[in-house]
């Protein structure tokens, strides 16, 4: 889609304007599915992390500042949306962070696999780093925050790494066409 258009002809201005927008009504599509109960998108009443899928989209070919303000603002904008204890902000920024780190050019050839790849194991890290939350806070036996983590990271990095190209194919398109 993309292919044809040449992106030469617009002004560098109107292009960033255009850039950021797709980022930012991407980044809010991403927001508004997370709470979505959709036919296919639901396993054991867990959804995909969408917003966790956006920022390891982001972040691979971002710097890690770049990756760190993302996690940060992401983190924010769902702890306002939905618990703010234990925050989402710590374990989005770790996520981002090594999102970003990752030279996936390098390890990993095939898109489609190495993006499902990264975001499993982001989501393990993510949900890993929650499940220590809540245990610091110590208001739930480590029982119990035990058998939720295991059901909820297990099942959520499975449908998230499964629904990941859906968004990382036409974002990474835009960038590589917009850098071409």
Known sequence: MFNRFNFSQFPKVLINLIDWLIIVLSALLCLLLSPTRMPGMVLLGISPNWLLIWLVTWSVKRSIFQATIAGITLGLIQDGISSFNPTHVVSLV???????????????????????????????????ITAFQYIIQGFRPIESIWDDFQRISLTSAILSSLWAPVIYYPLNLWWENLKN
Do not use: C, N, P, W
């Not at 090594?98 to 696999?113: G, N, V, W």
């Open 94 to 128: 770790v996520v981002g962070v090594i999102s970003s780190r990752i030279q996936k050019h390098r390890y990993l050839q095939e898109d489609f696999i190495s993006i499902a790849i990264i975001v499993f194991f982001m989501v393990m890290i993510s949900e890993t």
